[in-house]
């Protein structure tokens, strides 16, 4: 009896880490163990001892049991905490108020503790937090029969929400040609910037109000400074294309070193990010600014003509590493009433290091 009771104590610790474990039993009959962190409903993220973080295809998944208490997200939004153990394609989830069976093709997610301690922070973040920033650099330097200098600098912020979206950015470009004699020896001296706020007042609808300020020297630009808000359509919002349309009103306000201009215009526009494959980023967008308060004006630069300003913008950035890419942008400004001797496209084409972090 004595040695029955020694095989039995430790048969028991043998079995205790299994038996303390979370289990997943595949339909091929597969079983691991270790650690259940977190699922989408598309994937499962099991952390084992030997071979560390393993990602399970949902479908693939016959049989979930956890021995530590998971958070269940149903399709209705409604979230059940408790220990887990499937029957029959539900789960059945040991809550406090009793057990509550989830069917499994209608999990959209599954969290332990420390990853929803993790969600929750990510659905109130404060201002500083859940941040997205890139920084674009380009320069390009002759010497010999040509004589220049090309710097392109860019940076781009945006901090995203359920509820709400900041995104800033600016941009420079400048150029010289320093060959003995050259006209103009400045080639390029143009500076944009920007933000905008948007809020969701629907999972489609959202409002926003921006303010966007560009310098020209070669269009003898001193500041045009342009402040809009207006309503905007989320036409695709999945997790590889966004489309978004914007409907809105500016004032706005140019000093050229000749004049002065501020008329209310209109702003229609639309932006797509597209992803291609597994590392680039495809990023388009298209605005129109008509001027409502003079479109037909008979003492305008533009002899009486309809006066607006138009601008498209794309540009693909490719990862190389986790905060290291290659980014190419171009830009195009069309003004129907510059100063008179400047020209009415303003085109920038610029290519060069992107580095890009989050916090």
Known sequence: MPKLHVLITLSVFALSPALLADQVTLKNGDRLTGTITKSDGKTLVLKTDAAGEVTIQWPAIQEVNSAQPLHVVEQSGQTVVGT??????????????????????????LRNDAEQAAYEKTQHPTLLQSWTVGANVGFALTAGNSETKNLALAFTGDRKTLKDEITMYTNAVYATNDAPGAVPSTTANTVQGGARYARNFTPRVF??????????????????????????????????????????????????????????????????????????VFLEKAYFFPDLSNPDDPTSLNNGNFNYRATFNLGTVTKLSKWLGWQNAFGDIYVTDPPIGTKTNDIVLTTGINVSFTH
Request: charged share 15%; net charge negative; proline share 1%.
């Open 84 to 109: 887990v153990t499937t029957s029959d394609g539900n789960l059945s989830v040991a809550a406090s108020s009793g057990t509550v069976t989830v069917p499994q093709a209608q999990v959209t997610a």
């Open 207 to 280: 409002g926003y109000g921006s303010a966007d300020f560009q310098t020209d020297a070669l269009q003898q630009l001193n500041l045009r400074s342009v402040l809009g808000g207006g309503l905007g359509l989320h036409a695709i919002k999945s997790d590889r294309t966004n489309l978004d349309f914007l409907f809105g009103l500016n004032y706005t306000r140019e000093n050229y070193i000749t004049f002065n201009r501020n008329f209310v215009g209109a702003s229609v526009g639309e932006e797509l990010s597209q992803k291609l494959g597994k590392s680039t």
